[in-house]
């Protein structure tokens, strides 16, 4: 990896990926956000990050259907995607993982932890 790393946001609301994109800004990461699965595809057809923070609930396309569709991909199956969810129900880390995302942090994001939380999953790619 050259630089900071590079962390595609995923995110249906705006206020979410806004405040994810500054903290995670402000700890010197480069940022790009995408408001939906087509958009995100597109920028994923430009580029790759070194790491996807994906919305598990989005309209249209939901964030595992788009996480399955990038790991079938050859071209995007080794980038790591992390669910960001407020789901807490049991069974809904499973889904996540069966998916195929490395993990998941929970919504709403704790803005003094979150930093760490994905330089966690940056170090284990």
Do not use: H, W
């Not at 958009?39 to 788009?66: K, R, W």
């Not at 069966?98 to 939380?117: M, V």
């Amino acid at each position: 990896m050259n630089g900071p790393a590079l962390i595609l946001i995923v995110e249906d609301n705006e206020a979410n990926r806004l405040l994810a994109g500054a903290v995670l800004e402000r700890e010197g990461y480069r940022v790009e956000m995408a408001g939906n699965a087509q958009e995100a595809l597109d920028m994923l057809a430009i580029g790759s990050p070194d790491l996807i923070l994906m919305d598990v609930q989005m309209p249209g396309m939901d964030g595992l259907t788009l996480t399955r569709r990038l790991k079938s991909n050859t071209r995007t199956a080794d980038i790591p995607v992390v669910a960001l969810t407020a789901l807490a129900m049991t069974g809904d880390r499973e889904l996540t993982l069966e998916a195929g995302c490395s993990g998941y942090i929970s919504k709403p994001i704790n803005t003094r932890t979150f930093a760490a939380e994905v330089a966690r999953f940056l170090s284990s790619v």
